[in-house]
Each structure stands twice: as C-alpha cells, then as structure tokens.
C-alpha cells in the first residue's frame, strides 16, 4: 500500500496563477484533510471532508476550494495564487468513528507564489 | 476556542539525559489528547495518544486536566529521538488542531 500520496511534490507558481493539489489515499479512509504548514505556526486545517461528496471549511480555507468526487481522492484548488499562499501542503486521511483523531499523512508538496 | 500551545520552539540536550516537551491546551469539552512526530524526510506520524496511556520509543505523556497539560517525557533521550514534535488536541470527533511544534535536538 502506498498510503497518502500528493502530486506534486514541488511547485513555483506566480501571482495569479492557478494549480491543483492532489491527494490520494489507498486505505478507503472515509475522512480526508489539507493542512498546510508555516514557519512557527505549525499545521492548519484548511478544508477537509467526511466523506465521498462531502467538503467542510477548516481554520484558513481562503483561496482555496477542495473536491471530493472520489472517496480515494482529495483535490485542493488555488484559483488566484498569491505570495502568502507559499507554503507546504499536507494532506492526511482518517478512519471515521472513535478513530477519526489517527490521521495519516501524506509526504507534503513544496509550493512557492512568486 | 480550542488552543494549544507548545512553549519551546527548539529543546536541546544530550544522549541519556531526560527529555520533557511542554504541551498546554485550551478546551471547553472533553479533551482528547495526541503526540505527532515528523522525523527528518519522514512523513508526520502519530507517535501517541493520551487515552491508551501506553508508552511507544520510550516516551509517555500524561493528561492532566487540572494543569491542562499534556507534557511528553522520556527518561533518557537516544539521538534517534531527534524530530519535531507537534502535540495535537481533538474536537468536533473529526478534526485536530496543533501546536506549533518543538524541535528535538539530542547530541552524542
């Protein structure tokens, strides 16, 4: 199994740009999340979502849009990049039930906005 | 609003020596309690939760509520333990929230 996998590892954006994130998880985990990580802040929920359909707004969800057409596959959308959106980006997946706090995380995705 | 904090940013000591990473917490409800861990070009990884009071590498944390601590211990620290350590609070049954994370430094 491969786990939480995220394409792409690294990008550079500028300004005004759009891209999309993608996660894959292969353990039919019904919850999917996206952090993202900054020097000194540690992860922030962004959005994350129970359930195949389903997508729910985090701690920062502004700027992005999520999609969650399949239950393996979690897509996390930039429409206008700007420079404060440089960051990494984590996804992680979860079980649902009394296990939903055990997340497993992908590798993260280097992104820079110029 | 649920918080937690991790005071330190970095935590240096030497091999064999005792090892405590601060974690505080704000939360009106039942609190449900984690450690994560991010070795070097490793992925972020559960190291343990507060309810199975277990000990995983030789660490232990224990909850407690009237301090709202949830300290992460370990006796004698190896230079494997090296990583950054993110403690983590539950809530709303799906989601985390974590602190800011302390970098571990354990020299030979």
């Known amino acids: 199994n491969a786990g939480v996998t995220q394409t792409p590892k690294f990008r550079v954006l500028k300004t005004g740009q759009s891209m999309t994130l993608l996660c894959a998880q292969d353990?039919?985990?019904?919850?999917m999340y996206w952090y993202r990580q900054d020097p000194g802040m540690g992860l922030r929920l962004i959005h994350y979502?129970?359930?195949?359909?389903?997508?729910a707004k985090g701690e920062v969800p502004d700027g992005y849009n999520v999609s969650r057409l399949k239950k393996q596959n979690f897509l996390l959308g930039l429409e206008s990049a700007a420079p404060s959106q440089t960051s990494v980006y984590f996804c992680?997946?979860?079980?649902?039930?009394?296990?939903?706090?055990?997340?497993?995380f992908g590798p993260g995705t280097r992104l820079t906005v110029t | 609003a649920q918080r937690v904090t991790q005071p330190e940013k970095l935590l240096s000591v030497f091999k064999g020596a005792p090892v405590e990473l601060k974690c505080n917490y704000s939360?009106?409800?039942?609190?449900?309690l984690f450690w994560y861990v991010q070795y070097s070009r490793q992925r972020l990884q559960l190291l343990l939760r507060?309810?199975s009071r277990e000990s995983i590498k030789g660490f232990t944390a224990d909850l407690n509520k009237g301090e709202t601590s949830f300290h992460l211990k370990k006796p004698f620290a190896q230079e494997e333990d090296s990583a950054m350590y993110y403690c983590?609070?539950?809530?709303?049954?799906?989601?985390?929230?974590f602190g800011t994370g302390t970098r571990l430094q354990v020299f030979p």
């Open positions: 507060h309810i």
């Open positions: 939360y009106s409800g039942s609190p449900e």
């Open positions: 983590a609070l539950g809530y709303n049954t799906d989601k985390l929230i």
């Open positions: 353990m039919n985990h019904e919850y």
């Open positions: 992680a997946s979860g079980l649902a039930g009394l296990s939903s706090y055990e997340q497993y």
């Open positions: 979502s129970v359930g195949e359909g389903t997508t």
